[in-house]
T-cell receptor, first 114, second 114 residues
Framework: DGGITQSPKYLFRKEGQNVTLSCEQN?????MYWYRQDPGQGLRLIYY???????QKGDIAEGYSVSREKKESFPLTVTSAQKNPTAFYLC?????????????FGPGTRLTVL | GNSVTQMEGPVTLSEEAFLTINCTYT??????LFWYVQYPGEGLQLLLK?????DKGSNKGFEATYRKETTSFHLEKGSVQVSDSAVYFC?????????????FGKGTKLSVIP
């Protein structure tokens, strides 16, 4: 089945630790995105990548880092510099061609800082 | 900048009632408009979309019409079911620099009671 997978589903981190969230897609999409969701809020863009080896900051990139070494993979690292990292993190990829503005989402990772 | 405003919830309806969730937007140019649905603990699923003025998106009994003159994209369903209980997000896609970033409203939680 084609789709977007995120792992793990739940993640716990101690303060001061870096943690990496995985996002993989087998849809052959070029563009991928990371969003953060807080309770009662819409989604906010952290980083996006339109092509391998290239990525851009979104609205709330501080305290996060990404890499895009393969088309299928777009991992997000939440660093110790992120002041309030507890949130639900969603990865998305965007279809090319005529439906090129439609993003499809993974199931999400819930990160809790203890 | 771009923004999306949708009616605040929560909204509670009885089964078979009529649903309207209001959504208005501010954007430069001609954005595409989307409704996404999120079930508890899950990622976002695309519900419907419209790409130009007067387009009507529809799916699973839900409908929304792209109204450029009122900058609106209200979601409607004639008869809701318990299984429609979820959080609904209105969003727009702006193609600035080819990024197609999504701007989201804050979400409206719908509860349908038998």
């Amino acid at each position: 089945d084609g789709g977007i997978t995120q792992s793990p589903k739940y993640l716990f981190r101690k303060e001061g630790q870096n943690v990496t969230l995985s996002c993989e897609q087998n849809l052959n999409h070029d563009a991928m995105y990371w969003y953060r969701q807080d309770p009662g809020q819409g989604l906010r863009l952290i980083y996006y990548s339109q092509i391998v080896n290239d990525f851009q900051k979104g609205d709330i990139a501080e305290g996060y880092s990404v890499s895009r070494e393969k088309k299928e993979s777009f991992p997000l690292t939440v660093t110790s510099a992120q002041k309030n990292p507890t949130a639900f993190y969603l990865c998305a990829s965007r279809s090319p061609g005529l439906a090129g503005d439609t993003q499809y989402f993974g199931p999400g990772t819930r990160l809790t800082v203890l | 900048g771009n923004s999306v405003t949708q009616m605040e919830g929560p909204v509670t309806l009885s089964e078979e009632a009529f649903l309207t969730i209001n959504c208005t937007y501010t954007a430069t140019g001609y954005p595409s408009l989307f409704w996404y649905v999120q079930y508890p603990g899950e990622g976002l699923q695309l519900l419907l979309k419209a790409t130009k003025a007067d387009d009507k998106g529809s799916n699973k009994g839900f409908e929304a019409t792209y109204r450029k003159e009122t900058t609106s994209f209200h979601l409607e369903k004639g008869s809701v079911q318990v299984s429609d209980s979820a959080v609904y997000f209105c969003a727009l896609s702006a193609s600035g620099a080819g990024s197609y970033q999504l701007t989201f409203g804050k979400g409206t939680k719908l509860s349908v009671i038998p």
